[in-house]
């Protein structure tokens, strides 16, 4: 099945630097997604973007929806140590049967 | 409210062995989601319920994987028999019906391991 590409695959950042990562599809999604996944646990939902263009944030993070909707972008801004995690986008076809498709993730680590 | 419970957390066995895994979405979610989560990937749908009926299981390894939502609740997933390529961690979630869409809350997962 399809996987999103998300780059990067990893970053490495002190605590208090801007992080950004992006998400590409070869196809068009009505939805995009972005979710938190921490170590032994479920994914869990940052934001959600509905409409092309649109700019939602939730605290420090800040997503977009791409213009052509086959794209997305999650900015956080003064991480912190709790920001650590592997960072998934996903893409949502249709309203009618969810199914989600995920990227491949953006693991974030913080340098001390 | 209580989140989605799966269970075991974590499961090893040997390749061509039978394993079980149990989930028991949010109270009041009628659709149930199992996923595939392959070290260093992101999760992948293998089958959709809505109650008690299947939506899509087009990803769904028939030959060896098998599902049921028996009752419209809890759901079963199965393998029999296991291959290595089945290491993975295994996400249930479960959603209601929302606008503008149905979010999805996903369990823990179960952490399987084939040798």
């Known amino acids: 099945g399809q996987q999103l590409n998300q780059s990067p695959q990893s970053m490495f950042i002190q605590e208090g630097e801007d992080v950004s990562m992006n998400c590409t599809s070869s196809?068009?999604?009505?939805?995009w997604l972005w979710y938190k996944q921490d170590p032994g646990e479920g994914p869990v939902l940052l934001i959600a973007l509905y409409k092309a263009g649109e700019l939602t944030s939730n605290g420090r993070l800040t997503a977009q929806f791409g213009i052509t909707r086959k794209d997305s972008f999650l900015n956080i801004s003064a991480s912190i140590p709790s920001d650590v995690g592997i960072y998934f986008c996903?893409?949502?076809?249709?309203?009618?049967?969810?199914?989600?498709?995920f990227g491949t993730g953006t693991r974030l680590t913080i340098i001390p | 409210e209580a989140g989605v419970a799966q269970s075991p957390r974590y499961k090893i066995i040997e390749k061509r062995q039978s394993v079980a895994f149990w989930c028991n979405p949010i109270s009041g979610h009628a659709t149930l989601y199992w996923y595939q989560q392959i070290l260093g990937q992101g999760p992948k749908l293998l089958i959709q319920?809505?109650?008690?009926?299947?939506?899509?299981d087009s990803q769904l390894p028939k030959d060896r994987f098998s599902a049921e939502r028996l009752k419209g609740v809890d759901s079963t997933l199965k393998i029999q028999p296991a291959k290595l390529e089945d290491s993975a961690v295994y996400l249930c979630?479960?959603?209601?019906?929302?606008?503008?869409?149905?979010?999805?809350?996903f369990g823990p997962g179960t952490r399987l391991t084939v040798l």
């Open positions: 979630a479960s959603s209601y019906r929302g606008q503008p869409y149905n979010e999805q809350f």
């Open positions: 196809s068009i999604f009505n939805t």
């Open positions: 319920f809505q109650n008690n009926g299947v939506v899509d």
């Open positions: 996903a893409g949502l076809f249709s309203f009618g049967n969810e199914k989600l498709t």
